[in-house]
């Protein structure tokens, strides 16, 4: 059995390979919805505390889980606020794969916005956004640039020393025009494209701030009580979603919409349907996913 640090997944994984793998699986979804199964996952909500655990099984055999833990205070004592760790079986029901799933898990989840982003956003798109501090940020912003030519990011963070370091990290990373903003209002007017990955439980971006071609990445509020955009917001966009069934389980933006008049069946689509047939995307487009147990196993196969 393969056991990989962060260190080695950062070294074999490309960010085309992981792009192209996962659009893939979801367009082999949309062909056969029974190619994966994911039990819903087991999440523990205990104070500001999210524990999860995700396991999927594909059609061809291949078994994984994912352990992970999200702990919002993490980062004050010098510790990420997610740590993950993946086990992977093979056909034979044997351990071909045990490892730390932090990377795996910011590859996966940025690639599918990216993928998200590469059929939702507008094609001329120039100005990204990014609203978050977290150690998933920068990534975010790696996995935007794969799928659009952005000539200037913009990060905004609650804390303007982290998002200095931010801004920092998206700029050695990607060697490009990269500014900290302090106007969250008047940095989403001039957005394109805005990426959200928070832990927020209250919104921090407002429907009338938005405009017509703007695409909205919404990845933090992934329990019902979290939430990074108010109901305007989600009712001003045509939505889709990683999963239709897991978000009305989850996705805290959309759930909490409900109670302010959105119904979920103004959904557009999901991944699957976004990848595989051609949908319209004028006006304001919204994608919120929270995260599937499959989008870790494919690129944990890509490993073996």
């Known amino acids: 059995m393969k056991i990989l640090s962060d260190q080695d997944i950062r070294e074999q994984l490309e960010w085309q390979d992981v792009l192209k793998t996962l659009e ?15 039990p819903e996952r087991v999440g523990i909500t205990f104070n500001k505390n999210a ?9 061809e055999g291949w078994f994984g889980v994912k352990q992970v833990s999200v702990l919002p205070d993490n980062p004050s004592q010098g510790k990420p606020s997610v740590q993950a760790w993946y086990t992977l079986f093979d056909t034979t029901g044997t351990p071909a794969l045990a490892c730390s799933a932090t990377l795996l898990t910011k590859f996966r989840t940025s690639a599918v916005s990216a993928i998200a982003a590469k059929y939702l956003a507008n094609e001329e798109a120039k100005t990204l956004l990014v609203v978050g501090t977290g150690s998933l940020a920068p990534w975010m912003a790696e996995a935007h640039v794969q799928v659009r030519s952005y000539e200037k990011i913009l990060v905004w963070g ?3 020393e982290k998002a200095e370091q931010t801004a920092k990290a998206i700029r050695e990373g990607l060697q490009m025009n990269v500014s900290v ?14 990426t959200i990955a928070t832990t927020s439980r209250t919104p921090i971006i407002k429907g ?6 703007q695409h909205l990445d919404l990845v933090g509020a992934f329990v019902p009580e979290m939430i990074e955009v108010d109901a305007e917001a ?3 966009s045509s939505v889709f ?4 069934h897991a978000c009305k389980v989850e996705a805290g933006d959309l759930i909490q919409a409900t109670d302010q008049g959105w119904s979920w069946e103004n959904v557009k689509g999901d991944l699957a349907k ?3 047939e051609k949908v319209e995307r004028g006006g304001i487009t919204l994608f919120k996913s929270v995260g599937l147990a499959l989008e870790d196993l494919v690129v944990a196969k890509l490993l073996v």
């Open 274 to 276: 976004v990848v595989s």
């Open 234 to 236: 989600v009712k001003a």
């Open 24 to 38: 893939q699986a979801f367009q082999t979804r949309h062909q056969n919805p029974s190619a994966f199964s994911m």
């Open 158 to 160: 609650r804390s303007a």
């Open 241 to 244: 979603v990683d999963d239709l």
């Open 181 to 194: 903003v302090e106007d969250l209002q008047s940095a989403v007017a001039r957005a394109n494209v805005i």
């Open 51 to 59: 524990y999860l655990t995700m396991p999927c099984a594909d059609s």
């Open 208 to 213: 009338e701030w938005l405009h017509d071609g």
